[in-house]
Structure formats: structure tokens, C-alpha cells
């Protein structure tokens, strides 16, 4: 049974360019949840989506930043006109319905230039 | 706004002995605690989940502890070993849908 699969692992934008970072959940899993993680820093909480649903975008920059997880196929973290602060580990999760534990992908690291 | 804290940023121990790490909450009461574990360049592994009304949880070498009253989770790791070196994470719900709320982590350095 594979686990939560992210790609690319590592990308190199340079500033003002467009990021698309996917997420593949564990199979059976309906929830997937994004963070960002800065060196030094914690895990922030981005969003919550189901199937064709945002459930909860708190943790979104209101500009710039958009999430899908469609139908069909993988969710997406987009990330638009990139700046250099936008230079993270961004890690999805994913967990069954009614589980409170997440399993996590191993990340994409992103760096703007 | 709910706080989570894990005291300590890092902890030296000797192969052999318990470690112990403290997580501390504020401004809300967590239906559940988890504990992960996060190496370098990797994503946090899910450990373990202790709900309010439970106590104390146990799997393997490791052992979790929760107390309402003084809004804290004790994890502890017992005989502990080099592999078990790591930074390890405690999260609560932070009363959202789904989201975890996480502390900034301790790192453990197990030495031979």
C-alpha cells in the first residue's frame, strides 16, 4: 500500500513565476491537508480539501495561493508570481474519514531565486 | 488563539535511558494529542493519538500521557537508542473540521 506521494520533491522557480505542487493520498484516504514549513519553524496548517471541496482554507495567503483536489487525479498546490519568502517545505497529509491521524508525503521543497 | 508549546528545543540523553518531552497547551481543550516524528529532510511519521478521556497510551518503547487539569501530554520513549534521534512533534485539532495545530517540535539526541 503506497503512502502519501508528492512531486516534484524538490523545484527551483525563479521570483514571479508559477509553482504546481502535487499530492497523491494514501489509497482509501477522501482528506487531504497541506502545511508549510519553514526552517526553524513549525508546521503551519494551509488547507483542508475532500473530493471537489475546499472544507477549510484558514491557513491560506488570501493572494496568490490556490488549492484543487479534483474528482480525478491528484490535488494541487498552486502557487502563483512567486516570491523568495515563498521558499518552504510544503508537505501534504492525507487521512481516512473520521481518523484524526495524518500521513504525511515526503514534501517538496521549493526555492525561489 | 490556541498556543501549543514543546518546551524544550532539544534533548541530550544517553542510550539506555528514558526520555521524557512535555508539550503544553493554552486557550482551548483538545479532543485528542498526537505525537509524530519528523527526520531530516522527510515528512513527520505519525505515532501516536491520545483522546481526553484517555490517560495514558502505550505502543512498543513509547508511552503517552494526558493531563486536562495541567493542559499536558508527557511522551516518553524508554531504553531508549541512537535510532530513536529525532525531532518529534506534538499537534492538537485546535477545534477546526481536520487541521492540526503544531508545536515547534524537540530534538532528541540519543548518544552511544
Known amino acids: 500500500n503506497a503512502g502519501v506521494m508528492q512531486n516534484p520533491r524538490h523545484l527551483v522557480r525563479r521570483r514571479g513565476q508559477e509553482a504546481r505542487l502535487r499530492c497523491s493520498p494514501m489509497k482509501g484516504h477522501s482528506h487531504v491537508y497541506w502545511y508549510r514549513q519553514l526552517p526553524e519553524e513549525g508546521l503551519k496548517f494551509m488547507v483542508y480539501l475532500q473530493k471537489e471541496n475546499i472544507i477549510d482554507e484558514s491557513g491560506m495567503p488570501k493572494e496568490r495561493f490556490s488549492a484543487e483536489f479534483p474528482k480525478e487525479g491528484p490535488s494541487i498546490l498552486r502557487i502563483q508570481q512567486v516570491v523568495r519568502g515563498d521558499s518552504a517545505a510544503y508537505f501534504c497529509?492525507?487521512?481516512?474519514?473520521?481518523?484524526?491521524?495524518?500521513?504525511f508525503g515526503p514534501g517538496t521543497r521549493l526555492t525561489v531565486t | 488563539s490556541q498556543k501549543i508549546e514543546q518546551n524544550s528545543e532539544a534533548l541530550n540523553i544517553q542510550e539506555g535511558k528514558t526520555a521524557t518531552l512535555t508539550c503544553n497547551y493554552t486557550?482551548?481543550?483538545?479532543?485528542?494529542l498526537q505525537w509524530y516524528r519528523q527526520d531530516p529532510g522527510r515528512g513527520p511519521v505519525f505515532l501516536l493519538l491520545i483522546r481526553e478521556n484517555e490517560k495514558e497510551k502505550r505502543k512498543e518503547r513509547l508511552k503517552v500521557t494526558f493531563d486536562t487539569t495541567l493542559k499536558q501530554s508527557l511522551f516518553h520513549i524508554t531504553a531508549s537508542q541512537p535510532a530513536d534521534s529525532a525531532t518529534y512533534l506534538c499537534?492538537?485539532?485546535?477545534?477546526?473540521?481536520?487541521?492540526?495545530?503544531f508545536g515547534k517540535g524537540t530534538k532528541l539526541s540519543v548518544k552511544p
Open positions: 497529509a492525507s487521512s481516512p474519514p473520521w481518523r484524526g491521524e495524518q500521513y
Open positions: 486557550n482551548y481543550s483538545p479532543a485528542y
Open positions: 499537534a492538537h485539532d485546535g477545534g477546526s473540521q481536520g487541521n492540526l495545530i
